[in-house]
């Protein structure tokens, strides 16, 4: 099994900056794609970024040009880096990694860390 610990959230003015961080611990797995996803206030999760193995990314519209993901596999770290932020990015932000374990894959999620942008 594989945990998902982040940590990096937390309040920030509009037009600021944070970095979330998720380490994945956890033997006998290998952590394919990771990413991040969010949910604000009575909205829906929503994809923000995700990463694969060979550092491939992908973005929400909502996100690109001023959200960074990246990885380090030699520590199963993830990080996004959000930078000029709005007040419409408040949401818990969760970690994601999709993982094989043996010959099958599973999803796993962080617990969640709270983003709150003010304006």
């Known amino acids: 099994q594989v945990q998902l610990v982040e940590s990096g959230g937390g309040l920030v003015q509009a037009g600021g900056s944070l970095r979330l961080s998720c380490a994945a611990s956890?033997?006998?797995?290998?952590?394919?794609?990771m990413g991040w996803y969010r949910q604000g206030p009575a909205k829906r999760r929503e994809l923000v970024a995700t990463?694969?193995?060979?550092?491939?990314?992908n973005y929400a519209d909502s996100v690109k040009g001023r959200f960074t993901i990246s990885r380090d596999n030699a520590k199963n770290t993830v990080y996004l880096q959000m930078n000029s932020l709005k007040p419409e990015d408040t949401a818990v932000y969760y970690c994601y990694a999709d993982v094989t374990e043996r010959t099958l894959r599973y999803d796993y999620w962080g617990q969640g860390t709270q983003v709150t942008v003010s304006s």
């Open positions: 956890g033997s006998g797995s290998t952590i394919n794609a």
């Open positions: 990463i694969t193995s060979g550092g491939s990314t």
